[in-house]
Each structure stands twice: as C-alpha cells, then as structure tokens.
C-alpha cells in the first residue's frame, strides 16, 4: 500500500515563526500537492509539483512557499507563520501519467499559530 | 472556472437507513469525478470514482452515476451502518488537479 506520511500529527508555533512542514511518499510517486482543511471551505490546493524541483502555485499560494528536492518529499514552508495560517494541512501524491487520478492522503498536520 | 457544489451538513440519518449526498460540478469537457472519505482522525481516500458520462463508480455498498446532462455524481447507500459516519467529498479531476468540494459530514446513529 501507498504510505504518505507526514512528519508531525500536531504542531504549535508562534506568529511570525518559520515552520516547515514534512511529507514523505513511498511509492516512488512523481506528483505531490498540499492542500489545507478549513471547516466549511473543504480543501484547498497550495502548491504542487509534478517532478523533482518543480513546483506550481495552486490557489492559495500566499504566504506559503515549497520544496522538492527529492522525489519522495515535498516539504511545505511558511516564511512567517500568522494565525490565519492555523489549519490541518494535508499531503497527497499520486502516480505518473493521468495526473487526475487517485490521490493518496497523508493523515494531516494540525497546526496552530498562537 | 470548475467547481464542485455538494449538499451542506452535517446530515444525520438513523442506522439503515437510505442515504443520498447530492453533487454538482461546472466544467468544460469531460472530466472524471470521484467521491473522497475522510474517517475522524485521518487523511482523505477515495471511495470511488468515474471517468466518463454514464459511469458508475461503486465501492464499499455506495454508489454514484456520472450524469453529464444534469452535471452531477450523487452519493448514494441503500442502507447506512454508524462505521460511514465521515466527511465526504466530492471531487473533480481537471487539468492536472483535483477540485474538491466543501464537504459532507455525516453523522449515523445507533
């Protein structure tokens, strides 16, 4: 089975901290995406990135900036963390090809900016 | 540009009961529709999916139909058990991404 995992169940930081969040895949996937969980807005697409050192910005970019530096991680970076940032953040990948095709979810990083 | 509407929540429905989740999408040209779950205290996983009009996509006792001439992909169980109680999300594929909805929590109860 496919295995996202996400470096942190739970996290706390204060405004204006730099906070990195960490997603490994294991399945040799090229595309991962992050998106993050608000009640009442769904999900919401970050970034993405579709190969090593590639990167696009989904809907919501600001505030938020990506690395991919290897193939199985992509990693989420806040420059200054606000509290509007406060939210579950969640990994996903998927394989080649159709890149509309099933997505794997990590479990999600609460994260919480007092 | 593509969006998914899906029914607002939380919907709370008795144990065996018919359960039905409605959802549209806007969007040029065919793209492919799935139903994500999310179990309390986990990431998201498909549930099923479809690729063109008139697919249906079943898994796990639910189902939904691709229908292109009214633009929906309704959820649909014919009897729930308290285990579905999850958020549900509609999604479509399209240009390289996903799009979800806002979500369905439901809640069944014993």
């Known amino acids: 089975d496919v295995k996202v995992t996400q470096s942190s169940r739970y996290l706390v930081k204060r405004t204006g901290e730099k906070v990195f969040l960490e997603c490994v895949q294991d399945?040799?996937?090229?595309?991962m995406f992050w998106y993050r969980q608000d009640p009442g807005l769904g999900l919401r697409l970050i970034y993405f990135?579709?190969?090593?050192?590639?990167?696009e910005k989904g809907d919501i970019p600001e505030g938020y900036s990506v690395s991919r530096e290897k193939k199985e991680r992509f990693s989420l970076i806040l420059e200054s963390a606000s509290t509007n940032q406060t939210s579950m953040y969640l990994c996903?990948?998927?394989?080649?090809?159709?890149?509309?095709?099933?997505?794997?979810f990590g479990s999600g990083t609460q994260l919480s900016v007092l | 540009g593509d969006s998914v509407t899906q029914m607002e929540g939380p919907v709370t429905l008795s144990e065996e009961a018919f359960l039905t989740i409605n959802c549209t999408y806007t969007?040029?040209?065919?793209?492919?529709l799935f139903w994500y779950v999310q179990y309390p205290g986990e990431g998201l996983q498909l549930l099923l999916k479809?690729?063109?009009?008139?697919d249906k996509g079943s898994n796990k006792g639910f189902e939904a139909t691709y229908r292109k001439e009214t633009t929906s992909f309704h959820l649909e169980k014919g009897s729930v058990q308290v285990s579905d109680s999850a958020v549900y999300f509609c999604?479509?594929?399209?240009?390289?991404?996903?799009?979800f909805g806002k979500g369905t929590r439901l809640h069944i109860l014993p």
């Open positions: 996903a990948s998927s394989g080649t090809g159709d890149r509309n095709e099933k997505l794997f």
């Open positions: 399945m040799d996937h090229e595309n």
């Open positions: 990135s579709y190969d090593v050192k590639m990167k």
């Open positions: 969007a040029t040209g065919y793209p492919s």
């Open positions: 479809a690729t063109k009009a008139d």
């Open positions: 999604a479509l594929g399209r240009d390289d991404k996903i799009i």
